[in-house]
């Protein structure tokens, strides 16, 4: 499809697809692309609004709090990154710490195992049924801080070993 009037070349992430504007993005280790919801015709306008709502989305990453839903109610990423599109995706915090304790306790001293099943419990003491997509990088931080609180040395709080 030709461009609009006005238009030489399109903003990086911007794509036209058929008949429709998309935007193109990194999320999860994953590229998105996105038609746009709402804009019926390729112009100029819908161009430069294609490219702030993929400024906003970049910005809403970069900072931990997209919400894929909420941009993108009806596509299948949405259901993905929410929870709903993969089994790993809904495994809680105490199921992936029994399946790590499971392969360390073949594979570590004895002693070095009982250390690593100590510390596990306090996650799934913070984290009882959480699902681990649902924890975030600054919940991580917080849980870090108050166990330096507790009097935990930086070396124990950071070293899982």
Not at 78 to 85: E, Q, V
Request: hydrophobic letters at 30%.
């Amino acid at each position: 499809m030709k461009l609009p009037p006005g238009v030489t070349k399109l903003p990086k992430g911007v794509e036209i697809h058929g008949n429709r504007l998309r935007i193109s993005f990194m999320y999860g280790k994953k590229r998105c692309r996105e038609p746009l919801p709402g804009v019926a015709k390729i112009t100029k306008s819908a161009i430069a609004y294609a490219e702030r709502k993929r400024q906003s989305i970049l910005t809403e990453i970069r900072e931990d709090r997209f919400n894929y839903a909420l941009h993108f109610p009806d596509s299948k990423n949405a259901k993905l990154f929410s929870g709903w599109g993969g089994p790993d995706i809904q495994k809680t915090v105490e199921e992936a710490l029994e399946e790590w304790l499971a392969f360390q306790e073949r594979v570590r001293a004895p002693s070095t195992f009982r250390n690593y099943r100590s510390k596990s419990r306090k996650l799934t003491r913070k984290w009882p049924r959480n699902r681990l997509c649902d924890i975030k990088k600054s919940e991580i931080e917080m849980f870090q801080s108050e166990l330096l609180e507790e009097g935990l040395s930086p070396k124990t709080v950071t070293n899982p070993k």
